[in-house]
């Protein structure tokens, strides 16, 4: 009688004979064990082990192409740059004048020559 009361039930011993047997996947790389899976636990057995590291590639990847774009589509450095200050209502007439010098010169990007009328000084002295 105690034999029986300590012994294993039909139903454990027989999970137990289950989770026993060799797995077939044990000495394979997870790649392949995911290419032979079946359809339905591709998914699942995706998600689990691939899934971390496909994100983090993408995030990478996507990181190195923006900084190449932004690299490759940054203005140069003006060559030649023209403050004004309170010239606003003239800023019509300066972007003439650096059309007419960039053509006049042979400048090939407008961009190396800057004039700016959009700056505003305000004395906020004493009166005197």
Known sequence: MAKEQY?????QEEALS???QRN????????????ELPAG???PYF?????IGVMAVLLVVAALVSLVV???????TPVLAVQAFNMREYAGELKG????????????DERLIEIDASFTYRWQG???
């Open 126 to 128: 004493s009166g005197r």
């Open 18 to 20: 289950s989770l026993a």
């Open 24 to 35: 077939e996947y044990a000495q394979q790389s997870k790649w392949r064990t995911f290419r």
């Open 97 to 108: 004048l650096k059309a007419g010098f960039v053509q006049q010169e042979g400048i090939d």
């Open 47 to 51: 998600r689990q082990h691939f899934a």
């Open 41 to 43: 636990e591709r998914w």
């Open 7 to 11: 012994g294993l039930s039909g139903s």
């Open 70 to 76: 932004t690299r490759l589509n940054q203005p140069p």
